[in-house]
């Protein structure tokens, strides 16, 4: 904690991988990625900074505490990703306002009320704040994200990067894929793997993978399967292999999945994505093992398709496994 205007870095270390700008540390990311953050707090909430850096340390590269003053986001602005003001929006808008320039190169600000009920993304929503606002979740706030994508309750591009480990390269391609977002017609996630050119235009957004040596838990499930089950399900996999779950790039899973309440809180206590794939790209990535659904609904089974949908190299490591006839899982990578 800083108490004369210079700032702590409450993790063991911060990333060396930051653009020449300072901002943005996935180093040809268009900034969708909040990785540095900075906490701006009046001296007397410095004890709830303190929590919100404990809570959220393992989530983000770096996290700062620095006190209020009143030039302090002149003194800092371009040094993070994003800011969380712990303070009220007004303070917030008024003293960053004249500093906004431009949407891809101002860093995010979400602001959090000191007893952590709201988490207000200011600027920034589709560059980090909404992402911040979503982990501060999960130590009660509740978010309130105006972005046209998350107000009506779909994954935005943004979003669809975070949950499969990737980063946005092409950031102003944005606007027209959340738009096909929120109209429905924005496809599943097309794969393309080198090495090769690829040409896209302003409507196409290019995902970059973060690692390249991750796997993916491919899931599905009965109804109504508990959060509980899905964990035990994925960990008994995981024994059957030389992975843990620090491995896992995200768990893949079906649309007609995508909603259960099990898997959703399962991979949210894990921290981990969940991308669902559609019944057409789990066609053409069938796995292996018969499937029941396969004959009853025209859907192959969901575990292996998922997986080798999602995994970078489609390779499956472990075939349909089953736990307690409620979750099945595979892994590929």
Not at 52 to 63: F, P, Q, T
Not at 65 to 74: K, L, N, R, S, T
Not at 239 to 256: G, I, K, N, P, S
Not at 269 to 279: M, P, R, S, T, Y
């Amino acid at each position: 904690m800083s108490t004369d205007n210079e700032s702590t870095t409450t993790n063991s270390e911060t990333s060396d991988n930051t653009d020449s700008g300072g901002h943005c540390s996935t180093p040809d990311s268009d900034g969708e990625v909040a990785e540095e953050i900075a906490i701006i707090s009046f001296g007397r909430k410095m004890d709830t900074a303190e929590e919100i850096a404990s809570e959220l340390a393992d989530r983000y590269e770096s996290i700062d505490i620095i006190e209020y003053h009143g030039e302090v986001f002149d003194e800092h602005w371009g040094e993070y990703d994003c800011f969380i003001g712990l303070m009220a929006s007004g303070i917030a808008m008024r003293k960053t306002a004249h500093l906004l320039d431009d949407k891809w190169d101002d860093p995010a600000i979400c602001v959090v009320d000191e007893e952590l009920t709201w988490a207000i993304p200011i600027t920034g929503g589709h560059h980090g704040a909404n992402q911040v606002a979503q982990d501060l979740a999960t130590m009660g706030a509740i978010p309130a994200m105006t972005t046209a994508s998350e107000a009506a309750g779909k994954q935005g591009v943004e979003a669809r990067a975070k949950a499969m480990d990737t980063h946005v390269v092409n950031g102003r391609s944005t606007i027209q894929t959340n738009l096909a977002v929120l109209d429905d017609e924005l496809g599943p996630v097309a794969r393309l793997d080198g090495p090769q050119a690829v040409l896209v235009g302003d409507d196409v957004t290019v995902l970059k993978r973060n690692k390249d040596d991750g796997i993916v838990l491919g899931t599905g499930s009965v109804s109504g399967a508990a959060a509980d089950s899905f964990i035990a399900a994925w960990e008994n996999a995981l024994d059957e292999t030389e992975y843990d779950f620090d491995d896992v790039e995200f768990v893949a899973t079906a649309t007609r999945k995508e909603d259960e309440e099990g898997l959703l809180e399962a991979a949210e206590e894990l921290d981990l994505g969940v991308v669902a794939f559609d019944k057409e790209t789990l066609l053409e990535h069938e796995g292996p093992s018969p499937s029941k659904s396969k004959e009853l609904i025209g859907w192959p089974g969901i575990s292996e398709a998922s997986a080798i949908a999602g995994g970078s190299d489609q390779e499956l490591l472990l075939e349909k496994q089953s736990y307690d006839n409620e979750v099945t899982v595979a892994i590929s990578k």
